[in-house]
């Protein structure tokens, strides 16, 4: 059964760069079968998709966080992580890693998402 | 960007009603639908992919159908624990978008 869990500071200075880590069990993000995401969602409002990664290290990314968004893979740590410069309280949320398998990319299972607090 | 609009943005309803959300897709996208249901605090739950295949473990009585720009998800009788919001997200192409969600409440 795959399973991923977020890990990563809870409080992270406006202006600072946010970093969280998605450790996944039950596969290897090596495998081909799945693209590896992350998803935001600021308090009391909706999903957002923040990027995407393939275990060949191609990415895809939201184009309104493109400038500021790198997502990349750890084969060695069996890990995907997300970087989000220059942070602002509008980055507040819950970000949550998944893995979107298939023919097209849907997430089939999520980590329990993390709350990441941007404040000075 | 695909957008997904999603409606209503809220409705009440009973145990044992029938609930139907409506995602309409700013283009074509085929049959690349999802739907996913989050209860307060959790994480999203997969529930249909491909427009209308259940996913594994989720409950007969939902249902997905659609194809093109306009899609729905059907609650056939809604029950205690199905009180939740719901989100559509189109897989057709990135960007990845999302829908506004749909908050079921009790009536």
């Known amino acids: 059964q795959l399973q991923l869990q977020e890990s990563g500071p809870g409080l992270v200075k406006p202006s600072e760069t946010l970093s969280l880590t998605c450790t996944v069990s039950?596969?290897?993000?090596?495998?081909?079968?799945?693209?590896w995401g992350w998803i935001r969602q600021p308090p009391g409002k909706g999903l957002e998709w923040i990027g995407t990664?393939?275990?060949?290290?191609?990415?895809h990314y939201n184009p309104s966080l493109k400038s500021r968004v790198t997502i990349s893979i750890d084969t060695s740590k069996n890990q995907f992580s997300l970087k989000l410069s220059s942070v602002t309280a509008a980055d507040t949320g819950v970000y949550s890693c998944?893995?979107?398998?298939?023919?097209?990319?849907?997430?089939?299972?999520w980590g329990q998402g993390t709350l990441v607090t941007v404040s000075s | 960007d695909i957008q997904m609009t999603q409606s209503p943005s809220s409705v009440s309803a009973s145990v044992g009603d029938r609930v139907t959300i409506t995602c309409r897709a700013s283009?074509?996208?085929?049959?690349?639908v999802a739907w996913y249901q989050q209860k307060s605090g959790k994480a999203p739950k997969l529930l249909i992919y491909?427009?209308?295949s259940l996913q594994s473990g989720v409950p007969s009585r939902f249902s997905g159908s659609g194809s093109g720009t306009d899609f729905t998800l059907t609650i056939s009788s809604l029950q205690p624990e199905d009180f939740a919001t719901y989100y559509c997200?189109?897989?057709?192409?990135?960007?990845?978008?999302f829908g506004g969600g749909t908050k079921v409440e009790i009536k």
């Open positions: 039950g596969d290897s993000v090596s495998t081909s079968s799945y693209y």
């Open positions: 997200q189109q897989a057709n192409s990135f960007p990845l978008t």
């Open positions: 283009q074509g996208i085929s049959s690349w």
């Open positions: 990664i393939y275990y060949s290290g191609t990415t």
């Open positions: 491909a427009a209308s």
């Open positions: 998944a893995s979107c398998g298939g023919a097209s990319c849907t997430f089939d299972h």
